[in-house]
């Protein structure tokens, strides 16, 4: 959009880009004319001017040449009467001197008279060449001035021409008139108003290979508080008049998508000299949205207006990409924090996992313990109760109980008994 100041009232409006040209247009064509008059009238002025400088040369050169004569006319008569006087004072003496003195002077007067007719003569006839020459000048100069305004036309009708050219085929100025490539051109179109227009933007060529392909240029813009607000991938297509195979625009779409996302950018842009007779792509920017998102296809002219156009949209959301940063920031906190608290709910349902596991593995091995002295306990209880049986058979162990049935030994206890 273009801004316009009314000169009477002071207002400012806006204008989208073809209502600024045919403004322009009009004004161009008012001053145009205006223009035209002014110097046909000065060039009128001119000749007319020329025309009596030259007439005024003439007539003075014709005046000098005849006040010549006059005297050299003047110097004779004047010889002449000195002679008739000097002849009136001597006519005696010098009577046949004068005679032939005045034969002389009437030969030469008559030769004078008749340099005089001749002069007279190339002076006509210098006058007559004079008004030819003028004339001739006068024609010349017309013709000269005729051609001149059928130049100025000419100059004219090609300029009108190459400007319904170049807006017709607006994208061959771009590269054709600067001698240089289309990347090269935008790039020096950009650095030419980096600092004034983008002193803070990140504009370099795409020399990241790793993903397979890249494209030829990213843009990236930060706020002070570093947020990324506004990312373009720009790929830049021109083919020569010469090329045996045309490209299409549309062959180039997938492969700029894909380096828009592995690149991590917002918008995708192709800079394109292709299908240079397609009126779609020469009427202006053109949304191809439809087949990859924020995606768009533009002619060079349209460069920094595109980066323009996009980079002060970003900064109007700026806000709530700042705002929408904050609540990511939070969530991302949350989502720590929930993380952190599983991780710790899981390490410790592991550690009471295996707490419990090894606490049951303890009461598991101190019931084996229990039962195990039961066992030793019952064991040692019937070893206790056979003690004491074997003691009390100990006790009720006799000579008597043990000869019962062996009268062989009770005998000999009695022997021994009786020799105690």
């Known amino acids: 959009m273009q801004e316009i100041r009314c000169p009477k009232c002071g207002k400012v409006f806006q204008v989208d880009e073809s209502g600024y040209d045919q403004i322009v247009k009009q004004v161009r064509d ?14 009128e002025a001119m000749r007319q001017q020329e025309l009596e400088t030259l007439r005024l040369k003439e007539e003075k050169a ?17 010889k002449i009467a000195e002679l008739q006087a000097q002849l009136n004072a001597s006519k005696t003496a010098q009577e046949l001197a004068v005679a032939q003195a005045l034969e002389e002077k009437n030969e030469e007067l008559a030769l004078k008279t008749t340099q005089i007719a001749d002069l007279k003569g190339e002076l006509k006839n210098k006058e007559t060449e004079n008004r030819l020459n003028e004339k001739s000048m006068q024609e010349q100069y017309e013709e000269k001035l005729r051609l001149k305004d059928e130049q100025y036309g000419e100059k004219l009708r090609l300029k009108d021409e190459q400007i319904e050219y170049y807006k017709d085929f607006k994208a061959r100025q771009s590269t054709k008139m600067v001698g240089e490539s289309l990347e090269q051109h935008c790039l020096t179109q950009f650095n030419a108003i980096r600092m004034t227009a983008f002193p803070n933007a990140y504009f370099e060529k795409d020399n990241d290979a790793k993903t397979g392909s890249k494209g030829d240029f990213i843009y990236r ?21 010469e090329t045996a195979t045309k490209h299409k625009n549309e062959d180039f779409f ?7 996302r592995e690149k991590g950018c917002e918008y995708a842009i192709l800079v394109s000299l292709l299908e240079i007779d397609n009126e779609l ?32 949209a970003a900064l109007n959301s700026l806000q709530y990409k700042q705002e929408l940063q904050v609540v990511r920031n939070q969530q991302v906190d949350i989502r720590n924090f929930e993380e952190n608290m599983n991780a710790f709910k899981e390490g410790f349902s592991r550690n009471y996992r295996l707490a419990s596991e090894k606490f049951q593995t303890a009461v598991d091995e101190i019931d084996k313990t229990i039962d195990h002295l039961q066992k030793t306990k019952a064991a040692l209880l019937s070893s206790e109760n056979n003690l004491r049986l074997a003691n009390n058979k100990a006790d009720d162990l006799s000579i008597k109980r043990l000869t019962k049935n062996a009268p062989s030994v009770k005998a000999m206890f009695d022997e021994l008994k009786e020799e105690g």
């Open 254 to 260: 997938k492969e700029l998508d894909k380096d828009r």
């Open 30 to 43: 008012k001053e145009f004319e205006k223009e035209l008059a002014r110097r046909q009238a000065q060039l």
């Open 221 to 241: 813009e930060c706020s002070e508080d570093g947020t990324e607000f506004i990312s373009i991938m720009f790929e830049m297509k021109n083919e020569a008049d």
């Open 281 to 312: 792509y020469n009427n202006g920017i053109v949304d191809v949205s439809y087949r990859y998102p924020k995606m768009y296809v533009i002619r060079p002219q349209f460069f920094i207006p595109m980066i323009t156009l996009l980079r002060n």
């Open 62 to 78: 014709r005046t000098e040449s005849l006040s010549k004569k006059d005297a050299e006319i003047s110097v004779k008569d004047q």
